[in-house]
């Protein structure tokens, strides 16, 4: 049931590795399977540079205002995108990035956790993860591409879309495993580099 997306990063109008002779902002649209690594990463970027990283963080994909799609459909401004492999390809194939300029940066599972302090499940295997479900009383998943795969595809795989249905929750905009350090799910499922960041919860 592992199931891995692939970060990507495009140029929107300058690529984000030139040395440029003035400092200058480089403003940067992410999803937030990548964002904990660049926030580590931009200081290093910025002495060298002189450059200034301005981080503007967004889902993938979505109905929310914040998704990236949405924010350069109304016509916000970004040097670099980096987000979801297929929801990159949307915006190549739209003409809203550079051509030529798309990198491939990880590849990012999907996991989960359950608050700091409650008993570990265990999902070692299909049977105990469907148990795992099955047993939850509440869930929740992100409004991107991990929560995509866990509504649409895990649990049909599983065969619990009926039995889930009432108690799992689409987590909008903010990370799923905040919402479960607050105890307000049971479980949460998120790509794992935005889960770890996490503090309350255990992965």
């Given amino acids: 049931?592992?199931?891995?997306?692939?970060?990507?990063?495009?140029?929107?109008?300058?690529?984000?590795?030139?040395?440029?002779?003035?400092?200058?902002?480089?403003?940067?649209?992410?999803?937030?399977?990548?964002?904990?690594?660049?926030?580590?990463?931009?200081?290093?970027?910025?002495?060298?540079?002189?450059?200034?990283?301005?981080?503007?963080?967004?889902?993938?994909?979505?109905?929310?205002?914040?998704?990236?799609?949405?924010?350069?459909?109304?016509?916000?401004?970004?040097?670099?995108?980096?987000?979801v492999g297929d929801a990159l390809e949307k915006l190549?194939?739209?003409?809203?990035?550079?051509?030529?300029?798309?990198?491939?940066?990880?590849?990012?599972?999907?996991?989960?956790?359950?608050?700091?302090?409650?008993?570990?499940?265990?999902?070692?295997s299909d049977a105990k993860l469907r148990e795992t479900l099955l047993q939850a009383s509440s869930i929740a998943y992100s409004d991107s591409a991990s929560g995509r795969y866990v509504s649409q595809a895990l649990f049909k795989k599983l065969g619990i879309e009926k039995e889930v249905a009432g108690k799992a929750t689409k987590v909008e905009r903010i990370p799923v495993a905040s919402e479960v350090a607050n105890g307000k799910y049971t479980l949460g499922f998120q790509q794992v580099s935005e889960l770890l960041p996490v503090q309350g919860v255990t992965f």
């Fill in 92 to 124: 190549e194939k739209a003409s809203q990035t550079q051509p030529g300029s798309r990198t491939e940066l990880a590849d990012s599972p999907v996991g989960m956790v359950v608050k700091k302090g409650a008993k570990v499940p265990d999902i070692s």
């Fill in 1 to 83: 049931m592992k199931r891995t997306y692939r970060y990507t990063a495009s140029a929107l109008v300058l690529t984000f590795l030139s040395v440029n002779a003035f400092a200058q902002d480089v403003k940067v649209m992410i999803s937030g399977g990548f964002k904990a690594a660049l926030e580590k990463l931009a200081p290093e970027y910025e002495h060298r540079t002189g450059d200034k990283i301005v981080i503007i963080p967004g889902p993938s994909m979505g109905n929310t205002p914040q998704a990236i799609p949405n924010r350069l459909a109304r016509g916000e401004k970004a040097d670099v995108v980096i987000m």
